[in-house]
């Protein structure tokens, strides 16, 4: 199906009917980029388990909301799983999960998602390529289903896209199973561009020119995307400058995750052998960017996010392990006994906006919990 310059008018709500118009489904929430200013906090050298909850089959994707309330889980059982964060450290199995959803069988199981600016709604990417908004608000109560609509339909398994907002809330990216990226303007729910990498678009029979991981500038100046054929993109967000390509970074290794830190000065890169740290400047319109560190982690780092310290990384590998690495120091600050790791790959590390919660999925079918 070609793209369309805004969402259909049309929504689905998987197996029964709704009745509810699009504008009760998917109302416009005002999110504007402000300019922040970050202060960073000093840098974490503990690290501490605080409890487990089990997802079923391997976990897939994890998300905090934006008010740190809840947690969301997707797994290769066909399930979103919507958890009450509180409730979860509390140990409370009557009263942890919010939501059970069950997706949609042509959508075979969520690789990534997000949630809304407002909390109300998760965006998932599946493994056939689709994009789906859910509403939270829409769900029913005894049974798996809430409403949803497709966005973006591509029937092409085997994808397995990213979906990432941008810190305000602004913008909505997911990559594209041509090596693409569709960038969405969340207010309007209109598509604005979507983005090539520098060798431009293929058919998709290329699986290591597809973007593994997509991450947001703090200000919002640049997105950036990682593939497993070795390269990061950088594209400015500048409408005025037709959200051009700035940078293309050959790492010499297949990327599988990116972040920025906190004050948008470093990009990490996990890679097929650990994590690369880049600084990131521009001044007078010329973009500079240096390599700063690298930690020698001797894995293959499937997942990474920055502490809000800046100078610290919580990473989850291809083995079965997390751990806390200091960039400076290139080295890990902290030693996690062996019966509190995971048991599989980790797939997915998450930070909670607040700041002092940590979590972690594996595809042992466990979401663990941690204090920095």
């Keep these: 199906m070609p793209l369309s310059n805004s969402w259909s008018k049309s929504f689905v709500k998987l197996w029964v009917s709704a009745g509810l118009s699009l504008a009760a489904l998917l109302p416009v929430v005002p999110a504007v980029a402000q300019s922040v200013t970050v202060q960073l906090a000093q840098a974490s050298s503990s ?14 994707a994890i998300a905090f909301s934006p008010n740190g309330q809840m947690l969301a889980s997707a797994g290769g059982d066909g399930t979103i799983r919507v958890w009450d964060v509180d409730f979860a450290l509390q140990g409370d199995d009557q009263r942890w999960m919010r939501r059970l959803i069950q997706i949609p069988g042509a959508d075979r199981f969520v690789t990534s998602l997000e949630f809304s600016p407002d909390n109300r709604y998760l965006v ?8 789906r908004v859910w509403d939270l608000n829409a769900c029913e109560r005894d049974r798996p289903i809430c409403n949803s609509q497709l966005v973006l339909d591509r029937d092409y398994v085997g994808v397995a896209p990213k979906v990432k907002f941008s810190p305000s809330g602004r913008w909505l990216a997911a990559s594209n199973y041509d090596g693409t990226v569709t960038l969405w303007d969340w207010n309007s729910r209109s598509i604005m561009t979507v983005l090539e990498a520098e060798t431009g678009s293929h058919s998709g029979e290329r699986l290591d020119g597809r973007f593994s991981s997509l991450t ?8 950036a995307a990682g593939s497993h054929d070795d390269f990061i993109t950088l594209w400015s967000l500048d409408a005025a400058e037709e959200f051009e390509r700035i940078a293309t970074i050959d790492t010499g290794n297949g990327v599988d995750s990116v972040a920025f830190s906190p004050d948008g000065q470093f990009l990490a890169s996990g890679n097929f052998q650990g994590v690369e ?20 982690v001797g894995q293959r780092v499937n997942t990474l996010t920055f502490l809000p310290d800046g100078q610290s990384l919580f990473i989850g590998d291809n083995v079965q392990q997390v751990g806390l690495w200091s960039i400076e120091e290139e080295a890990p600050l902290v030693t996690i006994s062996a019966n509190e790791q995971h048991v599989r790959p980790v797939l997915n590390v998450a930070l909670s906006p607040t700041g002092n919660l940590l979590a972690s999925a594996s595809t042992d079918g466990v979401i663990k919990f941690w204090r920095p």
Excluded: C, M, W
Aim: glycine share 10%; hydrophobic share 30%; net charge negative.
């Design 47 to 60: 690290l501490t388990l605080l409890g487990n909850i089990q997802h079923g089959r391997n976990v897939n």
């Design 124 to 131: 998932t990417g599946t493994y056939n390529g689709d994009v």
């Design 216 to 223: 947001f500038s703090p200000d919002e100046t640049y997105l």
């Design 277 to 296: 740290v880049r600084s990131i400047s521009a001044r007078r319109g010329k973009l500079t960017i240096e390599e700063q560190s690298e930690l020698a």
